[in-house]
Nanobody
């Protein structure tokens, strides 16, 4: 099993940057594809970005493509989400999640392990 723990959220102005971190406690961290999701108030949880086990493959939601970058460091059991050019519509709770297998899926239902979330607020 793996237990993700997010950090790095905060309140910023539009146009600013933030880097979210996810520490995953597992001896087999490199066996999991990892993803970032977000949930705004009164909205469903949505896909943001995902990365394959090796880090060689990534995918992004259209809304963040070109602004956000997902990366992982398997030696440190860490996943990162670099968020640039933040917009007010990026305001949400951000969740790190893990799934078994290679494929970096965009589907919430395919991720079995979830962190508690970290809040990101972007003001205009």
């Amino acid at each position: 099993q793996v237990q993700p723990v997010e950090s790095g959220g905060g309140s910023v102005q539009a146009g600013d940057s933030l880097r979210l971190s996810c520490a995953a406690s597992s001896r087999t961290f490199s066996s999991y594809a990892m993803g970032w999701f977000r949930q705004a108030p009164k909205k469903e949880r949505e896909f943001v970005a995902a990365i394959s086990r090796s880090g060689g493959s990534t995918r992004y939601a259209d809304s963040v493509k070109g602004r956000f970058t997902i990366a992982r460091d398997n030696a440190k059991n860490m996943v990162y989400l670099q968020m640039n050019s933040l917009k007010p519509e990026d305001t949400a709770d951000y969740y790190c999640a893990a799934k078994t297998g290679t494929i970096n899926s965009a589907y919430v239902s395919e991720y079995a392990y979830w962190g508690q979330g970290t809040q990101v607020t972007v003001s205009s």
